[in-house]
């Protein structure tokens, strides 16, 4: 039998309710996982650790370093992980393993719930069986199971907050999905080389910007004499801004004179960011911007943060963000 460690962290699974209100709070209930669900204790030899007990809001580079430190030092000790994980920024999270944990060898499972399992009806049950039988199986990286589908982590986008089925995957195929059987495009799962690494750091120096109409980056212009080292501008469509504001053009100018650097992003969840198409994508391309291509703007974002902490020469900063680490191009 398998040997799995259940790693809580927080959110709305380990969560029960405060009577009268019937407002959630965090239960004390988390290190009774195995008699709450006992099927699990069927499927693998299951051990629990609490490593927080956090709304998911305040997961950040703090908590993303401890959970990929942990998940390396155990990571003989076991032969699967399952993260439990608040919904509102698992994909971070997912995204920070997957750039942490190289040449991983073995599942690192995120999953959650959109109503906890203290509630009669809840997902939490069997999102919590589904993510112990796929962290028994041999797929060598991190992946979301959630609402029966499998997700590659830094893939992923959480797009309800209703629904179930709470994270679809841009851009790219579900890794599988989960009904009478487990159905798994092993084709597309990463191959494990070389032995794994942990690359440790992260740098706070990536701020994300919303374009929205007849919006003036003036507002932005102080934050180029910040500490922020790299922009994210979330564009429309295949990358593209406004043309009839050239104040984004003189924003990114700016920024390139001083030493920064800008990517551009999409508001469009599916598609891929491509600067040459339209005219104020390819002003922003000319005025030294880059496109972040089909990743997500959630795996963008901490990507960045992770080549920051390794370099700040900007050139190695793009042949490094270039590259495919972990599935996310």
Same mark, same amino acid.
């Given at each position: *039998?398998?040997?799995?460690?259940?790693?809580?962290?927080?959110? %709305?699974?380990? *969560?029960?309710?405060?009577?009268?209100?019937?407002?959630?709070?965090?239960?004390?209930?988390?290190?009774?996982?195995?008699?709450?669900?006992?099927?699990?204790?069927?499927?693998?030899?299951?051990?629990?650790?609490?490593?927080?007990?956090?709304?998911?809001?305040?997961?950040?580079?703090?908590?993303?370093?401890?959970?990929?430190?942990?998940?390396?030092?155990?990571?003989?000790?076991?032969?699967?992980?399952?993260?439990?994980?608040? %919904?509102?920024?698992?994909?971070?999270?997912?995204?920070?393993?997957?750039?942490?944990?190289?040449?991983?060898?073995?599942?690192?499972?995120?999953?959650?719930?959109?109503?906890?399992?203290?509630?009669?009806?809840?997902?939490?049950?069997?999102?919590?069986?589904?993510?112990?039988?796929?962290?028994?199986?041999?797929?060598?990286?991190?992946?979301?199971?959630?609402?029966?589908?499998?997700?590659?982590?830094?893939?992923?986008?959480?797009?309800?907050?209703?629904?179930?089925?709470?994270?679809?995957?841009?851009?790219?195929?579900?890794?599988?999905?989960?009904?009478?059987?487990?159905?798994?495009?092993?084709?597309?799962?990463?191959?494990?080389?070389?032995?794994?690494?942990?690359?440790?750091?992260?740098?706070? &120096?990536?701020?994300?910007?919303?374009?929205?109409?007849? *919006?003036?980056?003036?507002?932005?212009?102080?934050?180029?004499?910040?500490?922020?080292?790299?922009?994210?501008?979330?564009?429309?469509?295949?990358?593209?801004?406004?043309?009839?504001?050239?104040?984004?053009?003189?924003?990114?100018?700016?920024?390139?004179?001083?030493?920064?650097?800008?990517?551009?992003?999409?508001?469009? *969840?599916?598609? &891929?960011?491509?600067? %040459?198409?339209?005219?104020?994508?390819?002003?922003?391309?000319?005025?030294?911007?880059?496109?972040?291509?089909?990743? %997500?703007?959630?795996?963008?974002?901490?990507?960045?943060?992770?080549?920051?902490?390794?370099?700040?020469?900007?050139?190695?900063?793009?042949?490094?963000?270039?590259?495919?680490?972990?599935?996310?191009?």
């Amino acid at each position: *039998m398998k040997k799995i460690l259940i790693i809580h962290t927080g959110g %709305t699974f380990g *969560m029960a309710p405060l009577k009268p209100s019937e407002v959630l709070a965090p239960g004390k209930f988390q290190d009774k996982i195995t008699t709450l669900v006992p099927e699990i204790t069927r499927i693998a030899d299951i051990e629990v650790q609490i490593l927080f007990n956090l709304d998911s809001s305040d997961m950040g580079i703090e908590e993303w370093e401890i959970i990929a430190a942990e998940i390396h030092k155990k990571l003989y000790q076991y032969d699967g992980f399952v993260i439990i994980h608040g %919904t509102d920024t698992m994909v971070y999270t997912a995204a920070a393993l997957s750039f942490s944990l190289i040449n991983l060898n073995k599942p690192v499972v995120l999953t959650g719930a959109q109503r906890p399992l203290s509630k009669l009806r809840n997902d939490a049950r069997l999102n919590l069986i589904d993510a112990v039988e796929l962290a028994s199986m041999n797929i060598p990286e991190v992946i979301i199971v959630f609402g029966q589908r499998i997700l590659r982590g830094n893939r992923a986008k959480k797009i309800s907050i209703h629904h179930f089925r709470a994270f679809h995957s841009p851009n790219y195929p579900y890794l599988g999905e989960i009904g009478v059987d487990i159905r798994i495009d092993h084709s597309k799962l990463l191959k494990s080389s070389g032995s794994p690494v942990l690359l440790n750091g992260f740098h706070a &120096g990536v701020v994300v910007l919303s374009v929205q109409p007849s *919006m003036d980056p003036v507002s932005f212009i102080n934050l180029l004499d910040s500490p922020v080292l790299v922009y994210i501008l979330e564009g429309f469509g295949a990358g593209n801004l406004p043309v009839g504001n050239q104040n984004w053009i003189s924003f990114i100018e700016s920024a390139v004179q001083k030493d920064k650097l800008i990517f551009i992003g999409s508001h469009s *969840m599916d598609g &891929g960011v491509d600067l %040459t198409l339209y005219a104020g994508a390819k002003q922003a391309l000319a005025a030294g911007a880059h496109g972040i291509g089909a990743m %997500t703007i959630e795996a963008a974002y901490v990507k960045l943060q992770k080549i920051l902490a390794q370099t700040q020469d900007k050139q190695e900063i793009l042949q490094k963000f270039s590259e495919n680490w972990a599935g996310e191009i």
